[in-house]
C-alpha cells in the first residue's frame, strides 16, 4: 500500500491505530495527538479507512495522518504503539517488542487490554476516561519506564518460540481427534 516513507523525520516513532472496525472516533485521535505532542517524537496515526485523513483538522504536534499504514513495517521501527487492543495489534505489537497504551473501545479488547497490563507490556486507558491527561500520563509512564519495552521483549521472545500456526494446527487436530484438552 502507499505509504509517505519518506515524510519520517528519523525520531523515535508513535504508531497510533484503532483498528479498521472501531475507527470512527475522531475526537480520541486529536486526544491522542495532544498528549503526544510534548514528546520529542514522531506520531503516525493510522484512521484504518474509517475516515480520511482530510476529515482532521490540523492536529497538535502535526502528526502524519494516513487513512491506511503498512502497520507491519512501522511497528518494526516504532517506540511505541496506542491501539484499541485489538488482538492482532497487540500480537504484531509484541511480535515486534513495541510496548503499548491500550484504548479499549468494544467486543474482546478490554480483556486484550487487561492482558496487556497483566503482562507488564502496556498501559491501559478506558474510552470513556481517556483525556488528554490520563492519555498523556499513561504514554509518558510507557515511554519513560524500561521495564514495559523490557516486558514487551520477553513476549516476543515467547511468541516467537511458541511454534505459530503449525503448533496451532497441531492443537487443534489433537483435541478434534481426542476429544479432550489439550494442555
Not at 525520531?11 to 472516533?25: C, D, E, F, K, V
Not at 496515526?45 to 499504514?69: H, K, M, R, Y
Not at 516504532?78 to 515486534?96: F, K, P, Q, Y
Request: glycine share 8%; charged share 15%; with cysteine.
Amino acid at each position: 500500500m502507499p505509504f509517505p516513507w519518506e515524510a519520517l523525520n528519523g525520531r523515535p516513532l508513535i504508531y497510533a491505530s484503532l483498528g479498521t472496525i472501531q475507527n470512527q472516533q475522531l475526537e480520541v485521535f486529536a486526544r491522542i495527538a495532544e498528549a503526544c505532542s510534548h514528546l520529542d517524537a514522531q506520531l503516525v496515526i493510522a484512521l484504518g479507512g474509517g475516515s480520511s485523513a482530510s476529515a482532521l483538522p490540523p492536529l497538535p504536534g502535526a502528526p502524519l495522518v494516513v487513512d491506511f499504514a503498512p502497520q507491519l513495517e512501522l511497528l518494526q521501527r516504532a517506540a511505541l504503539t496506542i491501539t484499541h487492543a485489538g488482538l492482532n495489534t497487540v500480537l504484531e505489537s509484541l511480535s515486534c517488542a513495541v510496548p503499548m497504551v491500550a484504548i479499549p473501545i468494544a467486543n474482546d479488547q478490554p480483556g486484550v487490554a487487561a492482558r496487556v497490563a497483566w503482562s507488564g507490556s502496556g498501559a491501559v486507558v478506558p474510552l470513556k476516561r481517556a483525556t488528554v491527561a490520563r492519555l498523556r500520563d499513561a504514554i509518558d509512564r510507557v515511554w519513560s519506564d524500561p521495564s514495559y519495552r523490557q516486558n514487551a521483549q520477553r513476549l516476543q521472545q515467547a511468541i516467537a518460540t511458541s511454534g505459530g500456526v503449525a503448533r496451532a494446527a497441531d492443537i487443534v487436530e489433537q483435541a478434534i481427534n481426542t476429544g479432550q484438552p489439550v494442555l
